[in-house]
């Protein structure tokens, strides 16, 4: 047993791994702004500022975005070897699209050098604001071209600095790469992958862009709620479609058997959002009736920081009905026929049939020897079940405003808040994972044979 536990759990960590790498990276090329900027647009402070430029490169280093994003990197052979050490985010994007024309870095840090000096003398006069804009603004190396035609327009430049500026322009063309051989270059533990790992173990995990507020503490919140509704859609489920699944098994194409066949296609085939939509609004208000007015209507939702459980399922236990039986009706009618089929084929072998005709009651038959080998296949469907509600019941959360991981997610979505999105991912990955490995161990607890065939 304890052989198939270290070979379930060496399969499973390049699984984290590669969700970590995939998340890791979305989140650094999603579009948004970056977290230094995210920071100052929380603090209130203009990044386009003199003020506001000198905070973002404090708090870019701060935040260790000078780091090179992995381990390594496989990059083109005239590419900067860690563009994100470039602090200034104008001159860092002015690298990259001149990297990505051919031009060689070193060229393009000439190039921002002699840039510099000219802005500086332009900052300290009132120079044709035409030729400012140019120089501040362009990107390309051709709009960088054109410059030479804006040399009769300003005032108090020197001419070396202007001459200088043109020749790296030139330089920039003189050693353009037309083929893009590539360079392995290894950067070691000191790079932004492994500053996140770290500080996703620590539970550091940053800020919100929206409220300012940690992210681990946004994520623990709606992971609490999302709990509950996944702990109670199980219980539920369970708790009605075993019976219900194995007595229709049991007696099959009896009168019980065809209606609650009947029922749970019903239930099935009823779009979940259709459902909670007909709830909220004939049972939440006394539109068509004070007597239909039967539920609080969806509102806003409270859980205390150190509220137990059952303290919060007494306060909000009345809210929490009808988003419970949308989560409930789906699973109900698919793993009643899933219990159903199982229990007809098992009342079919040889052990059932000895069971029977010793006498024993149906009850005896159906609960001691045939729900065991009925629970086997239904450990793999309820643990497929729980990642469905660990990314959230998107749906249900977002109709009846539950502050839940789906309704986090889509709330960040909306707000390109990546920091929140990407470590949803992450830390739903681990948890994912980690329910698949304990689903692997308690299929192997409950049938020896597996252990021997993985």
Partial sequence: MYGYIIKRILLIIPTILVIWVIAFLLGKNAYGVDGAEAWLMYNGIDPNSETGQKAYMEEYERQKLNLPYFYFSILPNHYHPNVHSIPDRKEREIVETLQGEGCNYID???????????????????????FRNAILFSTHYKDFKSLNQYSHKFENVSSSDFTKLMESVEGLSSNKSQYFTPKFIWHGADNQFHVWIRNLFSGKLGTSITDG??????????????????????????????????WAGYKPNSGFDKISQFIWMVLYATPVFWLAS????????????????????????????????????????????????????????????????????????????????KGLSSRKVLFGHILPNVLIPLITIIVAAIPAGLSGSLMIEVIFNIPGMGRLMFDSIQ?????????????????VSAFILIGDLLYAMANPKVRYHV
């Fill in 213 to 246: 507020r940690q992210v681990t503490t946004k994520i623990g919140d709606a992971l609490r709620w999302t709990l509950t509704l996944l702990v109670l859609n199980i219980f539920f489920t369970l708790l009605i479609s075993i019976p219900f699944g194995m």
């Fill in 108 to 130: 393009a840090l000439v190039f921002l050098n002699a840039r510099r000096k000219v802005i500086d003398s332009l900052s300290k006069t009132s120079a044709d604001s035409e």
């Fill in 278 to 357: 007909m709830l909220i609004l004939y049972f939440t208000s006394g539109r068509y009736g004070a007597w239909m007015h039967i539920f609080p209507t969806p509102g806003l939702w409270y859980m205390e920081p150190n509220q137990n459980w059952w303290a919060f399922l007494r306060n909000n236990g009345a809210q929490l009905i009808l988003p419970v039986i949308c989560l409930v009706a789906n699973d109900i009618a698919f793993l009643t026929r899933i219990i159903r089929n199982n229990v007809v084929v098992q009342t079919r072998k040889r052990y059932a049939l000895v069971a029977d005709s």
């Fill in 415 to 431: 707000a390109h808040d990546w920091n929140i999105v990407f470590s949803i991912l992450s830390i739903t990955g681990l948890l």
